[in-house]
C-alpha cells in the first residue's frame, strides 16, 4: 500500500511539472520563429504581432480546443479584428492540408499555422493542448493559460490586453 502511495505521488508531482506552455514567461517576449500558414505561405511571426494577441495552441483531435475555438470566434466578432488578433497554432499539422481541414470544419477564417516542429514545440514547452498565449500590443506575454479556459475568463484576459 505504500508503495502504491508513493508511486501515486510521484506521478502527481511530475504531472505538475510537466505542463503545457511552462517555457513561456509572463512578462517577456514569446519565441519567435517562421512558420507556415494555411496557404502554404512562411509568415514571420514576430511581424504580426502588431496589436493585442491571442496566441492558440490546439489540434485536430483535442475536443475541450473545439469549444475554446467557438469562444475565439465570438470573441473576435465582439473585440474586432481591428483591434484583437487571434492566430492558431496546430502542433499536428506539418502542412497546410490538416489545417485547411480543421479552419473548413470549425468554420474558422483567423490565421492558423503549421506547428508540428520540434523546435515551436520544444520552445513552447508544448506536452498538450489547449494552450493559450495573451500578449499585448508591446509583444508581451500577459497571460499564459495551460488549460480549457471559459469564456468569461477569455474576455477578461482579452481586456486586459487591449490596455
Not at 481591428?82 to 490565421?111: H, S, W
Request: hydrophobic residues 40%.
Amino acid at each position: 500500500m505504500k508503495r502504491l502511495a508513493a508511486t501515486a505521488l510521484i506521478f502527481m508531482l511530475a504531472a505538475s511539472v510537466a505542463h503545457s506552455g511552462e517555457g513561456i514567461k509572463e512578462g517577456e517576449p514569446p519565441p519567435m520563429f517562421t512558420l507556415t500558414d494555411d496557404n502554404d505561405q512562411k509568415v514571420e511571426l514576430e511581424s504580426i504581432l502588431t496589436k493585442p494577441t491571442i496566441m492558440y495552441f490546439t489540434h485536430n483531435a483535442c475536443y475541450y480546443c473545439t469549444q475554446i475555438i467557438a469562444y475565439l470566434k465570438r470573441a473576435e466578432k465582439k473585440f474586432g479584428r481591428e483591434k484583437l488578433q487571434i492566430i492558431g497554432v496546430n502542433v499536428m499539422a506539418k502542412d497546410q492540408k490538416l489545417i485547411k481541414a480543421y479552419k473548413r470544419e470549425l468554420e474558422f477564417t483567423f490565421p492558423m499555422f503549421a506547428g508540428n516542429r520540434e523546435d515551436v514545440l520544444r520552445a513552447y514547452k508544448i506536452n498538450y493542448v489547449p494552450l493559450i498565449i495573451f500578449v499585448d500590443s508591446k509583444k508581451t506575454v500577459r497571460k499564459v493559460v495551460g488549460h480549457y479556459i471559459h469564456e468569461p475568463e477569455l474576455h477578461k484576459n482579452i481586456t486586459e490586453i487591449m490596455k
